[in-house]
């Protein structure tokens, strides 16, 4: 009884949409969600963005030989639309390199380098997003699990500092 009226509404989104200007949330929202992995014909893996799918016709953004890289890049897609939360300031003071977030100091690094901002702003952001966080363990293979869950059970109970 009511599709109709939407169907007229959603068929006027794309021009309207093209007319206005992006918001500064544009990018995050481009790439937030959780990425789909789909099998594709000729053996390899696509990762398509959420809502997304190769058999309704949409192309993915990846496409890989191996699952683990798929999930590797199904979980770091969500983080290129953010914004790094971490600077690294180029001039050396006497206790190094600072490193600071929005209003907060961070720590110091004693050689300049960064590449180290760029990856803790990839593991904060797989700590932000448990699901990520799961499929990439998941990835890691039993051999990595297994590992993990001894060296976990270890800085729970008896190491103080993770």
């Not at 949330?25 to 190769?54: F, H």
């Not at 971490?86 to 600072?98: M, Q, S, V």
């Not at 039993?142 to 500092?161: C, I, M, P, S, Y």
């Amino acid at each position: 009884m009511y599709a109709l009226p939407v169907l007229r509404l959603f068929s006027r989104v794309p021009a309207y949409l093209e007319e206005q200007d992006e918001p500064i949330t544009a990018a995050e929202a481009e790439s937030a969600g959780v990425w789909g992995i789909e099998r594709l014909p000729e053996g390899t893996w696509g990762v398509v963005r959420p809502g997304d799918s190769v058999a309704r016709g949409d192309e993915p953004e990846g496409v890989f030989h191996r699952l683990e890289h798929a999930v590797e890049a199904a979980v770091v897609f969500p983080t290129l639309g953010r914004d790094n939360l971490f600077t690294l300031h180029p001039d050396k003071t006497p206790r190094g390199y600072a490193i600071e977030m929005p209003g907060e100091l961070v720590g110091h690094l004693r050689h300049f380098d960064s590449s180290l901002t760029d990856r803790m702003h990839l593991a904060d952001c797989l700590l932000r997003t448990p699901d990520s966080l799961g499929r990439l363990l998941r990835a890691a293979g039993g051999a990595a699990l297994t590992r993990t869950d001894k060296l976990l059970l270890h800085r729970l109970f008896v190491q103080e500092v993770p």
